[in-house]
């Protein structure tokens, strides 16, 4: 039983969190902010990227319809490096003459490549660090809730109300359902501050998986 709502509680919350939702300002770090990793929303690209100016690339990028396929497929989040190496080595090679020669287009696509894949990075950045402040936000609304239930079931028996009324019930149930969804919601505080990280590693091997190809 505790499975199978640990696992619709993941689902359901994740729907909400790839969701594109209110947040606060992304300059200004949340008040409260659950992560060990510094509040940081933007992603730097002086830090990943030591190549060519990606400026116009940023631009036209999507103008190309085979880097546009293998940007939608390196972004995948669960594309492993191994993977992801060889198909950033295999987009290469589709500008080469027998795989030996380059073509002279050859870097302004793998350029193009690195730009798309640091468009859709920085992009999922940002959604989820909107996630997390909503995540934080919805905690905070649950302990609230889960104080004012504890509060009421006090006054409810320093009444001596009778605890199968309707309304110590409907109190009482309100109060674990809320608990049982803040506890299960702090088990993926972990995870969901690990994803901005993730992200960032996985544009790291490629960016250099790329400049590689084009040194």
């Excluded at 709502?5 to 947040?23: A, C, D, G, K, T």
């Excluded at 002279?104 to 490549?113: S, T, V």
């Excluded at 996630?131 to 934080?136: A, C, E, H, S, T």
């Excluded at 990280?197 to 790291?204: C, H, I, K, P």
Aim: net charge positive; hydrophobic share 35%.
């Amino acid at each position: 039983m505790f499975n199978k709502f640990f696992s619709f509680f993941v689902f359901s919350f994740f729907l909400i969190f790839v969701s594109n939702v209110h947040s606060a300002s992304k300059d200004k770090p949340p008040k409260k902010w659950p992560c060990d990793q510094v509040y940081n929303p933007q992603l730097n690209l002086s830090t990943i990227w030591q190549g060519p100016s990606i400026d116009s690339a940023l631009k036209d990028w999507w103008k190309h319809d085979d880097v546009i396929e293998y940007v939608n497929t390196l972004s995948d989040p669960t594309l492993n490096e191994k993977v992801g190496k060889q198909l950033i080595n295999e987009f290469a090679k589709k500008y080469t003459y027998a795989g030996l020669i380059k073509k002279a287009e050859q870097k302004e696509k793998l350029i193009f490549l690195f730009a798309g894949l640091y468009q859709k990075a920085k992009d999922r950045r940002s959604r989820q660090y909107k996630g997390i402040i909503k995540f934080v936000e919805r905690q905070e609304d649950l302990r609230k809730a889960i104080g004012s239930s504890s509060k009421l079931i006090r006054k409810f028996r320093k009444e001596k109300l009778d605890q199968k009324s309707n309304q110590f019930k409907d109190a009482a149930s309100q109060l674990e359902w809320n608990t049982k969804v803040f506890d299960q919601r702090t088990k993926l505080t972990e995870y969901i501050c690990e994803e901005p990280v993730f992200n960032t590693q996985r544009l790291g091997y490629q960016s250099r998986e790329i400049l590689s190809l084009i040194k």
